[in-house]
């Protein structure tokens, strides 16, 4: 019967591009976002690896050399890509020079060490 009703409410595969997939305790989830996805706190780590939260409480590991492109060959500088400002939600460099799309960040993100 659920696969009934997602058939139904899907009707284009464009209709797709606003669902999200992420994996909380293990679990994997999918669906409509409750809000836009923001990030609420960024921490540069060593070889530019981020510690990155976001608003539906998720914390992770996003590795920055996934970032490509001359826009983004500013963050090689240690000094640069140390000092991230969140500007509503995006992460940004250099008075917002530089920016990651929240959901490309998203995508690309690692889970947290295991204590």
Request: no cysteine; hydrophobic share 40%; proline share 8%.
């Amino acid at each position: 019967m659920r696969s009934t009703m997602w058939k139904n409410r899907i009707r284009q595969p464009n209709d797709l591009e606003n669902y999200v997939m992420f994996i909380r305790d293990g679990i994997v989830y999918g669906g409509e976002p409750d809000a836009p996805m923001e990030v609420e706190y960024v921490k540069p780590l060593q070889d530019m690896m981020m510690l990155i939260r976001f608003n539906n409480g998720e914390t992770r590991l996003f590795d920055a050399t996934v970032l490509q492109g001359p826009v983004f060959e500013p963050l090689h500088d240690e000094k640069i890509f140390s000092s991230p400002v969140i500007d509503h939600g995006v992460i940004t460099w250099k008075d917002g020079e530089i920016s990651a799309a929240v959901l490309d960040v998203f995508r690309n993100l690692r889970p947290p060490a295991e204590k």
